[in-house]
């Protein structure tokens, strides 16, 4: 561990969100998760949670080898528990759905505490997953295609949060608390 | 083919963007350009070009099945030859990479002809395909992560372009040549 390494970790965790996270509600091709998480990382989302619906569980914990070292992923069997727990917590969540009563996924203020819920690559968001959502938010879609990839459609959303948050100053001071801050500057110190 | 599925994809062609393209040099993973493709469909790019350096042929035909149809991929193993064209026809040739010199990819006026042009998945843009370029543009990395998936990459640059020609108006009213929207509208009609 050089201290060229040790000042870059820090410099990266003052400018974790602790207010920005992403659920992965049944994704489960590699790629995809390992796309969604390493955008996760580029914009500040410390953690992300990998969550089922029925039995269908969240994602192979080999997909998350490498960037879940920078951004590790949280499991949940029980998407109903793991998002009363984000609420507990004060997390909006929003359902990225093409839905006709999704909102313009520009339209909505990212710089509140916000979950971002992602849906299966084939099927979408379950109707156990929406029951669950607080809102919808969509990314236009002006062609003959009817969804984006679901790692293209998480980055879209992240970086116009990362645009609105980076506007507001969120990222210009620490904002993890203490504890987590050492948590994960411990562990991504192990070698 | 219905009524309603011709008015379809006459609403799609009056939204194309005939002054907006992407150049995939060597992206090669089929998921990637697929996931590229499906989101130039959404943007309104109207084709795409794959672009060889050195033998490292373009992209796989196969790759393009399905979302192929909608967004015709054109081939050019010759990446010199292949921007030389766009630029004789206006367009300017914008390098998305990692560079120190690199503009912060939201500063770029995306109302003009442009084409923007993505590496390969490990490598990245070749000095060749660098050397082709008019410039440069990056997306901010606030994490550990050194880059972005390819796919990712170029959604978060096509959907700035896509919000800034959205404001000014350019998906108000068709904007390709008859020719081309006669030639698009005809390939789509095939069953
Ligand atoms: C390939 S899509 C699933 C498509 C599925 N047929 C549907 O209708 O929901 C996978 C996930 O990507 C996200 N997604 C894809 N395109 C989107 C868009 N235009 N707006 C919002 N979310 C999108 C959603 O979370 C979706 O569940
Ligand atoms: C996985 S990256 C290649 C990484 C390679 N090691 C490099 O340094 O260029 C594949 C392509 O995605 C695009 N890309 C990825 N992240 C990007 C970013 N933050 N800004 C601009 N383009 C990016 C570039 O076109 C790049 O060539």
Redesign the pocket.
């Given at each position: 561990m050089t201290a060229e390494r040790l000042a870059r970790m820090r410099q990266v965790l003052d400018r974790r969100q602790p207010d920005l996270t992403v659920i992965m509600a049944g994704v489960h091709k590699e790629h995809n998760v390992s796309a969604v998480m390493r955008t996760c990382d580029a914009v500040g989302v410390p953690e992300v949670h990998a969550m089922g619906v029925h039995g269908h569980l969240a994602v192979k914990r080999t997909a998350a080898a490498g960037v879940g070292r920078r951004v590790p992923l949280r499991h949940c069997s029980d998407i109903e528990q793991g998002v009363a727990d984000l609420k507990a917590a004060g997390y909006r969540i929003l359902g990225?759905?093409?839905d006709p009563q999704a909102r313009d996924?520009r339209q909505e203020d990212y710089c509140r505490s916000v979950a971002i819920m992602?849906?299966?690559?084939?099927?979408?968001?379950d109707p156990e997953a929406r029951a669950v959502c607080d809102g919808f938010?969509?990314?236009p879609?002006l062609g003959l295609t009817?969804?984006?990839?679901?790692s293209v459609?998480a980055a879209v959303i992240l970086y116009e949060a990362q645009r609105q948050r980076e506007q507001a100053g969120l990222y210009d001071s620490p904002r993890l608390d203490e504890a987590t801050y050492q948590r994960l500057l411990f562990e991504w110190m192990q070698p």
């Amino acid at each position: 561990m050089t201290a060229e390494r040790l000042a870059r970790m820090r410099q990266v965790l003052d400018r974790r969100q602790p207010d920005l996270t992403v659920i992965m509600a049944g994704v489960h091709k590699e790629h995809n998760v390992s796309a969604v998480m390493r955008t996760c990382d580029a914009v500040g989302v410390p953690e992300v949670h990998a969550m089922g619906v029925h039995g269908h569980l969240a994602v192979k914990r080999t997909a998350a080898a490498g960037v879940g070292r920078r951004v590790p992923l949280r499991h949940c069997s029980d998407i109903e528990q793991g998002v009363a727990d984000l609420k507990a917590a004060g997390y909006r969540i929003l359902g990225a759905h093409l839905d006709p009563q999704a909102r313009d996924f520009r339209q909505e203020d990212y710089c509140r505490s916000v979950a971002i819920m992602l849906g299966r690559e084939k099927e979408g968001l379950d109707p156990e997953a929406r029951a669950v959502c607080d809102g919808f938010i969509a990314i236009p879609m002006l062609g003959l295609t009817e969804s984006l990839n679901v790692s293209v459609a998480a980055a879209v959303i992240l970086y116009e949060a990362q645009r609105q948050r980076e506007q507001a100053g969120l990222y210009d001071s620490p904002r993890l608390d203490e504890a987590t801050y050492q948590r994960l500057l411990f562990e991504w110190m192990q070698p």
